[in-house]
Nanobody, 123 residues
Framework: QLQLVESGGGLVQPGGSLRLSCVGS????????AAWFRQAPGKEREGVSCISASGSDTNYADSVKGRFTISRDTSKNTVYLQMDRLKPEDTGVYYC????????????????WGQGTQVTVSA
């Protein structure tokens, strides 16, 4: 069973930046599509960004386009989410997920999940 571990969350002021990391426990992560989801208090989990296994295809939620960048380093079995120009509405728990299917923003398509990392954007 693939295990995913996120890190990099924290408290940041509006307009600031954070970089989240997600490390996979075995080499199968390198051939999975990977995604970042987030969940704000009282809201459903929503897709933020996804990257294909090769890294050649990426997609983003409209709310983060132009501000967030997803990438992966297969040599480190790691997927990143660079978050710039953060807004208070970006606050939530960010989860990394992996799927053997193609990129998706549907939580039911993802079989492996991390434990989440808290991101708080506040002055």
């Amino acid at each position: 069973q693939l295990q995913l571990v996120e890190s990099g969350g924290g408290l940041v002021q509006p307009g600031g930046s954070l970089r989240l990391s997600c490390v996979g426990s075995d080499v199968t992560f390198a051939v999975d599509a990977a995604a970042w989801f987030r969940q704000a208090p009282g809201k459903e989990r929503e897709g933020v960004s996804c990257i294909s296994a090769s890294g050649s295809d990426t997609n983003y939620a409209d709310s983060v386009k132009g501000r967030f960048t997803i990438s992966r380093d297969t040599s480190k079995n790691t997927v990143y989410l660079q978050m710039d120009r953060l807004k208070p509405e970006d606050t939530g728990v960010y989860y990394c997920a992996a799927t053997t299917l193609y990129c998706s923003d549907d939580v039911s398509d993802f079989a492996s999940w991390g434990q989440g990392t808290q991101v708080t954007v506040s002055a």
